[in-house]
């Protein structure tokens, strides 16, 4: 049950843009259109940013976005403000046993 | 609102047994796939279980299948994890969360506090 690929961290000026990719195989992101990301602030539970490869739930700022390509995910992040520092998540259905895999996480520092 | 409430975290001996609870409120539990997630010190999150809304399926990681069992108690709206012969790398924060639907591999789209487990 191998996790999905991140980068440990990305950085970025408030105001910029980021992408945190997500790489796994074609038997997890290539094969479904269930990707999703989570934003976890230290100390807290996490929250959900983005389903189904691109959407946001209610109340989730349009300054997050997300994209598919192949095995690769993305996670894109407009307009930077301090507030986004967090550590984020992405996870995909699998083909394996496993319901689903996560990604090992990516710290955002802005 | 919707919310979850876990507790039953505290610290065990390897090998030993714990009972972790999960209170949903501001929903039924029966309309919807649960799930126990998992986050050891400084580490990322670990899918554990899910069981689906009807309660008919329940999924498990490999490395906790056959030690922990995901229990539904719909008329309490409570959802248990029973862990059994626990190893030091269970050690983490336990969180339930509710998916979209009942359908399990759906987002996991509330998420409680956690309850911290220690196997030490």
């Known amino acids: 049950q191998s996790a999905l690929t991140q980068p440990a961290s990305v950085s970025g000026s408030p105001g910029q843009s980021i992408t945190i990719s997500c790489t796994g195989t074609?038997?997890?992101?290539?094969?479904?259109?269930?990707v999703s990301w989570y934003q976890q602030f230290p100390g807290k539970a996490p929250k959900l940013l983005i389903y189904d490869v691109t959407h946001r739930p209610s109340g989730v700022s349009n300054r997050f976005s997300a994209s598919k390509s192949g095995n690769t995910a993305s996670l894109t992040i407009t307009g930077l403000q301090p507030e986004d520092e967090a550590d984020f998540y992405c996870?995909?259905?699998?083909?394996?046993?496993?319901?689903?895999?996560f990604g090992g996480g990516t710290r955002l520092t802005v | 609102e919707v919310q979850l409430l876990e507790s039953g975290g505290k610290l065990v001996q390897p090998g030993g047994s714990l009972r972790l609870s999960c209170v949903a409120s501001?929903?039924?539990?029966?309309?919807?796939?649960m799930s126990w997630l998992r986050q050891a010190p400084g580490k990322g999150l670990e899918w554990v279980s899910t069981?689906?809304?009807?309660?008919?399926?329940?999924f498990y990681r490999d490395s906790v299948k056959g030690r922990f069992t995901f229990y539904r108690d719909n008329l309490k709206n409570t959802l248990y994890l029973d862990m059994a012969r626990l190893r030091v790398d269970d050690t983490a924060v336990y969180y339930c969360?509710?998916?979209?639907?009942?359908?399990?591999?759906?987002?996991?789209?509330?998420w409680g506090l956690g309850t911290m487990v220690i196997v030490s």
């Open positions: 996870t995909s259905s699998t083909n394996t046993d496993a319901l689903v895999l």
């Open positions: 969360a509710k998916q979209m639907t009942g359908d399990p591999p759906d987002p996991f789209d509330t």
């Open positions: 501001g929903f039924t539990i029966s309309n919807y796939a």
């Open positions: 069981a689906s809304g009807t309660g008919g399926s329940t």
């Open positions: 074609s038997g997890d992101i290539g094969s479904y259109d269930s």
